[in-house]
């Protein structure tokens, strides 16, 4: 039998021709612009529309060069598909025109006098170069494009690192290298980014959470600073204009069209160092707003199936941004599993980060559900299967679910208690000794029958203060972002440690960097998902301000001066991150129990006070003394040291009993937050193998193992 | 300066010698010159890049065909670039699939 010469079949051919375009009905699936041969393939849903027009630009010009209306069989349910014949994507932008009914009562608001963006465009320009102003009079300011799928990956994939072995670093793509002391080539990009990878590896994270890099527009802030005048931005992007396309103003090539190629360069070379790549994304609002909103695309498209209206067809406010993303109706439920699939079939992204997630199981009328079917599908999709999926577990409307978000088996959490008990231990607030237990044993009481990296744990986020602010200031000064200093969260169980800002005392420069290691220490030998904000490892201040969102300035950069300025405390946060990966016992996947399950005659976590094995849980006390127990880590599956962790948040030192440790083992002191480092593997034995003198305000580690001899 | 397209057979070394402007509307010759390159059955293909003005978005794709059309084994190498079309190669990631050289 002869094989049939399959580069002489012709896979779709022109049925029809409008105007001087070739074309035929599409394919629905996938939405979207998808290069076929010979042509491109266009769908778009739209349930209510009266009529559905393709309008294409050649690549800058200001009016469409043609737009194409969908004939009726090219209709199949409510969705329009054609392919287009002899098109050239690379100079091809194009966009949809919907008409139909503007009823905001019955939640319909079709506008035929506005260019539509494809809200499944894998690429936009139009915000090419980041702060740019644009063309405010563009017909159409989000241009859809269509993107070659022609990356070569070389092999890479997802990571898959274990969940409880990860050591997460919050940043934010152009704030990182945007500060002229980066020295990197192309500062504030996915490219320079890239070139600070060794920095990500020398500190130990394994995985790197980015703010939204999903398309938004930098200048939808209407504000300024009121001292200065200057523009304010959106800088952080939690305003989604594109969910499919990375920001073109976050890559250096994004004049070329080349951000999805940058961006996927990036996350290819993340991985060959070992880190993983999780993204930050924003499904609970879009960049439409309000009423008075842009319309960009979704309200133009099917405005009730889109966004969460009352019954008088106004938009409900979930999220504290003017609108709500109708996450549970079934076709935005299909967008955002599509999303999501995109970003990690085509960009290996490991891990999501959902913002304000509580708005996800939210029903169509904001009632919140007992089981969401949106973060069902997402648990259990099969492309999903061994994503990291971390919620946000509140929103803006006070739905706080932390403990108990919809999880599935596959949901961790942003742990909030985590950082609140853990902040209000330190700066010495009595009454927590026992919460404070509770959360560095990995928040049992909230994850109960979950493995213990269900609890992402961190002390600060984008959203706060850094942790040198929370040490340095007690109130926030958030006067710059122009709103009187009302926006902000005004809980942030900071202390400034006896001066309001910067100081010139040594004492109160002191305490602070002793209390930054202290906390740093906590996180990183906590059970759970430690999260680390870039920059604290070198003191990175805000200045007080604790809600940057709108500052693209030094406010807001890395300062790359401060390696040199805070060299102690980037030695100290390396340290505790290879600690960490040297002791799998704080790495355990379950939780402690308080019991000896492998015979060691050691409980897996044991609770210690002035004296051993007598914690004081009374309200005035201020210390408290972790000891893990080796023998039990991952389950009793591999071998590791007794950790001790003993904390003093009180203002006088205190003498602490050490817990005996088996026959032929010691004491060893990795560190005293007060100013002593031995880096994992080489801890010097203490010389009273029984005491240790905890000074105020300190944290020490040690780790208990047979006895080489030499002592600190 | 009109772009222009020369293409030499050394055995099975295929040198391309681009000058003008590579675009969307002259991508399509140097394309050609890439396909014959790879019929050719080179083991390598040396792209001088001397005379080469503008680059624009397509031209760089033409890398990513390039890439695609000869094969993993072999060596592509970009000689002369600019320094403003080196960097945007560099940039985004494409030296890692090509070899950037100095004339």
């Known amino acids: ?392 577990a509140w ?84 006067e710059a972002n122009g709103e009187n200093n009302n926006d902000g969260a005004d809980d942030n169980h900071s202390w400034n440690c006896g001066e309001e800002g910067p100081s010139a005392s040594r004492d109160v420069r002191e305490l602070r960097l002793r209390q930054m290691k202290n906390l740093l220490t906590i996180l990183l030998t906590s059970q759970g998902v430690p999260m680390l904000l870039a920059g604290d490892e070198v003191g990175r201040t805000q200045l007080g301000n604790n809600n940057t969102y709108c500052q693209d300035n030094e406010l807001s950069w890395f300062d790359w001066g401060l390696l040199a300025a805070n060299a102690d405390l980037l030695r100290f946060t390396r340290a505790l991150t290879a600690f960490r990966h040297a002791h799998p016992v704080l790495r355990t996947r379950d939780h402690p129990t308080g019991q000896d399950r492998v015979g060691s005659g050691y409980p897996d976590v044991s609770w210690h006070g002035v004296r051993a094995w007598a914690p004081d849980w009374a309200d005035h006390c201020r210390v408290l003394a972790m000891m893990r127990c080796g023998r039990h880590a991952k389950g009793g599956s591999v071998a590791d040291d007794h950790v001790y962790v003993a904390v003093n948040a009180h203002w006088e030192a205190h003498d602490m009993e050490l817990p005996a440790l088996p026959e032929g083992e010691r004491w060893h002191l990795f560190a005293d937050t007060g100013g002593i480092l031995h880096p994992a593997g080489t801890e010097p034995e203490l010389q009273h193998p029984g005491r240790y003198r905890l000074g105020a305000h300190s944290v020490v580690v040690l780790v208990g193992r047979a006895s080489h001899q030499t002592t600190a | 300066m009109a772009f222009d397209v020369q293409l030499r057979i050394d055995d099975k070394v295929v040198t391309i010698e681009l000058s003008g402007e590579l675009d969307a509307s002259t991508a399509g010759e140097f394309h050609q010159a890439i396909g014959e390159a790879a019929g050719a059955g080179a083991v390598e293909l040396v792209i001088r890049a001397e005379q080469l003005g503008h680059l624009s978005s397509a031209g760089l794709r033409s890398l990513v065909f390039a890439r695609q059309k000869m094969g993993d084994g072999v060596r592509i190498a970009v000689i002369g670039a600019s320094e403003p079309v080196a960097r945007t190669i560099r940039l985004a990631g494409f030296d890692h699939s090509i070899d950037l050289v100095d004339a």
Not at chain 1, 356 to 361: E, F, G, R
Not at chain 1, 410 to 439: C, I, Q
Request: glycine residues 10%; negative net charge.
């Open chain 1, 395 to 478: 929103d803006a409307a006070g739905l706080y679910q932390v403990g108990n978000f919809p999880d599935y088996g596959r949901w961790s959490e942003w742990n909030g208690k985590y950082r609140d008990t853990v902040r209000r231990f330190v700066k010495g607030e009595p009454g927590l000794v026992g919460e404070l237990a509770t959360r560095m044993a990995g928040s049992p009481d909230l994850y109960q029958g979950r493995t213990s990296s269900a609890s992402v744990n961190f002390i600060t986020a984008h959203d706060g203060f850094t942790l040198a602010d929370l040490v340095s200031y007690n109130d926030k000064h958030n």
């Open chain 1, 1 to 392: 039998m002869s094989t049939p010469d399959i580069r002489e079949r012709i896979d779709a051919f022109p049925t029809h021709r409008i105007g001087p375009y070739r074309v035929r009905a599409g394919r629905p699936f996938p939405y979207g612009a998808t290069p076929v041969p010979g042509g491109v393939n266009f769908s778009v849903y739209s349930d209510g529309a009266t009529t559905m027009s393709l309008a294409l630009f050649e690549r800058g010009a200001a009016q469409p060069s043609a737009e194409l209306e969908f004939p009726p069989e090219f209709r199949i349910g409510s969705v329009y598909a054609m392919t287009v014949f002899g098109l050239d994507p690379e100079n091809l932008e194009y966009g949809f025109r919907a008409d139909g009914p503007f009823d905001p009562e019955r939640g319909d608001r079709f506008d035929a006098g506005k260019v539509l963006s494809d809200p499944y465009a894998r690429l936009i320009s139009g915000r090419e170069i980041w702060g740019r102003e644009p063309d405010r009079d563009d017909v159409y300011p989000y241009r859809a494009q269509v993107l070659n799928d022609d990356f070569d990956w070389a092999g890479d994939r997802p990571l898959r690192i274990p969940a409880e072995d990860l050591v997460i670093y919050e940043t934010h793509v152009r704030g990182f290298t945007r500060h002229p002391s980066s020295r990197v080539t192309a500062p504030g990009t996915y490219a320079g980014l890239r070139e600070k990878i060794p920095y990500l590896r020398e500190l130990g994270i394994n995985c790197v959470e980015l703010l939204p890099v999903f398309e938004f527009d930098e200048l939808d802030n209407p504000r300024t600073d009121p001292v200065s005048g200057e523009r304010l931005y959106n800088y952080w992007g939690y305003n989604t204009v594109s969910f499919f396309a990375p920001k073109a103003g976050y890559a250096a090539t994004g004049p070329f069209g080349m951000q999805a190629d940058e961006f996927k360069s990036l996350v290819k070379e993340v991985h060959k160092a070992g880190i993983e790549v999780v993204l930050d994304v924003v499904f609970n609002h879009t960049a439409e707003g309000n009423e008075q909103g842009p319309t960009i695309s979704f309200r133009g498209l099917d405005n009730a199936t889109y966004y969460m209206l009352t019954p008088r067809g106004e938009y409900y406010n979930f999220s504290g941004t003017g609108n709500t993303v109708n996450c549970n109706h079934p076709v935005v439920r299909d967008f955002v599993l599509s999303c999501l699939r995109h970003w990690v079939a085509e960009y290996h992204i490991d891990g999501f980060r959902f913002d304000l997630a509580a708005i996800l199981d939210r029903a169509p009328d904001g009632t919140p559900l007992p089981n969401p079917p949106l973060l069902e599908q997402l648990a259990y999709d099969p492309v999903l299967r061994h994503t990291k999926l971390i919620a946000e």
